[in-house]
């Protein structure tokens, strides 16, 4: 962004209020500028690499487990980068200037990538198998499963850097890795969907947030009853194995 791009909102705090919504029309004229801007499209366009990094990585492990044990412990993989909007939003909160240098060294969640898994153990192995690879960084973890969120969000979430290769040199860039089982994303996909619901009354959203809460619950006990039967079907082949190694000896 030129200088000019450099905006800072005239005041975040009023009267030792903090200013949580922008005006609709300060954040349309900041997306504007924000997308007409070369410097923020490169950005983005080197956060998209960094996307493409760490998902080849997770890729590659994906596709090494199916030879190695014959299965695949990741169903699928999604990706995103923050929109414009998302952004001008946070760098409002923490009060920040909306130049991409303030991006760039201030927020970790730019560049996202969601890897939903079948079983909760693989959740582990794929994030200690990311961890160990002596390229990618590790910056930050927060382990929502063990540790569920009060609403019964749980979910994974490794902060990591990754180098990305470029035609001026290297750049280390920042992105957020999600991995969570089918059912966990499910339930977050909902609960999300519910928050932006407008016109929804108190009443009825307390009813709606302790329904999600009861559902998170069920949903993590059905995530650890389909973890136990599937290590009893692994036992089962591996007796399987050994008793037609001795047959054939």
């Not at 990741?74 to 995103?80: G, H, L, V, W, Y």
């Not at 939003?89 to 200037?97: D, I, N, S, T």
């Not at 490794?158 to 991995?179: A, D, L, N, W």
């Amino acid at each position: 962004m030129t200088e000019q791009d450099n905006i800072m909102l005239p005041s975040l705090r009023e009267k030792g209020h903090e200013i949580t919504r922008m005006p609709d029309d300060l954040m349309e004229q900041l997306k504007i500028i924000m997308q007409n801007s070369q410097q923020f499209q490169e950005m983005m366009m080197m956060y998209k690499c960094a996307i493409r990094e760490v998902q080849t990585k997770a890729e590659v492990l994906n596709d090494e487990m199916s030879v190695r044990y014959h299965r695949n412990p990741i169903s699928s993989i999604i990706s995103r980068v923050k929109k414009p909007e998302s952004i001008t939003q946070k760098l409002m909160r923490k009060g920040l200037p909306f130049t991409v240098e303030a991006i760039m060294a201030n927020l970790s969640d730019v560049a996202g990538v969601r890897i939903i898994c079948e079983f909760i153990d693989d959740i582990y192995t794929i994030a200690a198998m990311l961890a160990m690879q002596d390229d990618l960084k590790l910056i930050k973890i927060k382990d929502y499963i063990k540790y569920p969120k009060d609403n019964g969000y749980r979910s994974y979430h490794m902060i990591v850097e990754i180098p990305v290769f470029f035609s001026k040199g290297k750049t280390p860039m920042r992105v957020e890795i999600q991995i969570r089982t089918i059912a966990m994303d499910f339930w977050a996909s909902l609960d999300h969907e519910l928050k932006y619901k407008k016109n929804i009354n108190p009443e009825d959203e307390e009813i709606i947030a302790a329904e999600l809460l009861s559902c998170a619950d069920r949903i993590a006990e059905t995530d650890m009853i389909m973890q136990q039967i599937r290590m009893k079907l692994d036992a089962v082949e591996h007796d399987k194995d050994v008793t037609e190694i001795i047959i054939d000896e």
